[in-house]
């Protein structure tokens, strides 16, 4: 299940992208589109998305990267747990590492990561 998610004070530079398609789209010249969906269960990165809200209160569960190769030279990706709770949110990626690693976790309540693909892997270029 996934829903959009979209401050008011934001509209004008985000899309609302959900897993029936771009619902809608407001940017201002010279701003870049941010795309971002609310997930509460498994998910696959998809092409213009750019803020996964992960929420695990059902269960833990991956977001999982598209491959580094795909995502060359675009935006970087943010990964943000909302739930607070035992289930954590694993962030994993089809092909390449990301710092290193298979996976990396958001352990805890508002932790975040975004990503930034150089080609072949996935790095960590924010995290709190």
């Known amino acids: 299940m996934t829903s959009a998610y979209l401050p008011e004070d934001l509209a004008v530079q985000v899309g609302i992208w959900s897993e029936a398609g771009l619902r809608s789209f407001d940017t201002m010249p010279?701003?870049?589109p941010w795309f971002a969906i609310a997930v509460t269960s498994a998910y696959t990165v998809?092409?213009?998305d750019r803020v996964i809200l992960a929420n695990a209160t059902a269960g833990a569960f991956t977001v999982t990267?598209?491959?580094?190769?795909?995502?060359n030279g675009q935006q970087p990706i943010t990964i943000k747990r909302v739930n607070s709770g035992a289930n954590a949110v694993t962030i994993g990626s089809?092909?390449?590492?990301?710092?290193g690693s298979a996976t990396v976790?958001?352990?805890s309540q508002y932790s975040c990561k975004t990503v930034i693909s150089d080609g072949t892997n996935w790095h960590i270029v924010m995290s709190f």
Do not use: Y
């Not at 089809?94 to 710092?99: A, E, L």
């Open 30 to 32: 010279g701003w870049l």
């Open 46 to 48: 998809q092409t213009l």
């Open 65 to 71: 990267l598209p491959t580094a190769v795909d995502r």
């Open 94 to 99: 089809t092909s390449g590492t990301i710092d």
């Open 105 to 107: 976790s958001l352990a």
